[in-house]
């Protein structure tokens, strides 16, 4: 069995490393309810440790990296790790997902860097309820955030939107139909129970298929076949479209079964998924010396811990005990 191949047969190919754990905004599904405890600026990894830890990710059969935060443009000196991560070599893709509020004056730059795919998440066309969901007015930059990454080039630029009943819901025609006129893959992602004190509802949850069924309202949607840097979206376009749909079913639909990532928080622990508590420590050993074969050993350790498939159910508290702001989006 491949040094990057699970119990399960499938080939972990995909890093998602946080950067840091701050954010400009406080979204409704990602920040906790109450006693937000933020790192310390000694308790994450430096960009040196980053990187070292990216370099024996890519030796071990990672070829895909995506930086997230919180919000990875409000870490000082970002461009410096991007320059860095995209000039490793094994990497075919570096990206990065972003709430867009700073893409404006960044996009330039982030692009010249080498990062050219980029997720802005946007869960409503509404500044009004843009506010209510993400905690902060700041529709109008993360808009114009995303209008300066399509004038640069960005390509693809996906647009996270995590559906909430009786929130965004009425607008989700309104979002398939900015698939057909601009270049964007929208990505309806389910809304997920992360967090022991997150604001999740069963009542709020709204599946992929009912979202599925009330866009095909506007006309049929084409299946578009997988590449193999995709994630875990089902892809579709609408004839003449010039962008896609994509639906995220982390719990009507596992993708379990093709989940192909690790993940590295900001404060250096290494989680097999997403949904559970297991985690392996890989900041310790990296402020003892640890050599770069120890670091491969402890990716292939976090590969054979893996779970065959996550508990989040639709019914019942959240997963795990830290909120999605703490773990990386």
């Not at 114009?144 to 995590?162: C, D, H, M, R, T």
Request: aromatic content about 6%; glycine content about 8%; hydrophobic content about 35%.
């Amino acid at each position: 069995m491949a040094g990057n191949v699970d119990h399960h047969n499938r080939k972990i190919t995909y890093l998602r490393v946080s950067v840091t754990d701050r954010c400009n905004l406080r979204c409704m599904y990602c920040m906790p309810v109450k006693d937000l405890k933020l790192l310390n600026h000694g308790d994450i990894l430096s960009y040196e440790e980053i990187l070292k830890v990216l370099q024996a990710a890519a030796e071990i059969g990672i070829e895909k990296v995506r930086l997230t935060g919180g919000e990875p443009l409000v870490r000082r000196h970002f461009m410096h790790l991007v320059k860095s991560v995209c000039q490793v070599s094994g990497f075919k893709d570096v990206s990065i997902t972003t709430n867009g509020v700073h893409l404006k004056e960044k996009a330039q730059e982030l692009f010249d860097a080498g990062v050219h795919r980029i997720n802005v998440s946007l869960d409503t066309l509404n500044p009004v309820k843009y506010a209510k969901i993400a905690g902060r007015d700041c529709f109008r930059d993360a808009w114009e955030g995303l209008q300066e990454a399509e004038a640069v080039g960005f390509s693809p630029i996906k647009v996270n939107v995590v559906a909430i009943r009786g929130m965004n819901d009425d607008e989700l025609l309104e979002f398939a139909r900015l698939s057909v006129r601009k270049p964007y893959h929208i990505r309806f992602i389910e809304y997920m129970p992360i967090g022991h004190d997150s604001r999740w509802k069963a009542e709020k949850y709204l599946s992929s298929d009912e979202i599925k069924s009330e866009l095909e309202t506007l006309g049929p949607l084409q299946k578009v076949l997988r590449s193999s840097l995709d994630g875990p979206a089902e892809r579709y376009r609408f004839e003449s479209a010039r962008g896609e749909i994509g639906f995220i079913s982390g719990l009507s639909h596992h993708f379990c079964p093709a989940c192909n990532r690790l993940r590295l928080t900001a404060d250096g622990k290494l989680r097999p998924c997403l949904f559970t508590d297991d985690e392996l420590d890989i900041k310790t050993p990296l402020r003892n010396g640890c050599s770069r074969e120890d670091l491969k050993r402890l990716f292939q350790e976090a590969i054979v811990r893996k779970p065959r498939q996550h508990p989040a159910k639709i019914r019942g508290k959240g997963a795990g005990r830290r909120p999605m702001s703490a773990i990386g989006g």
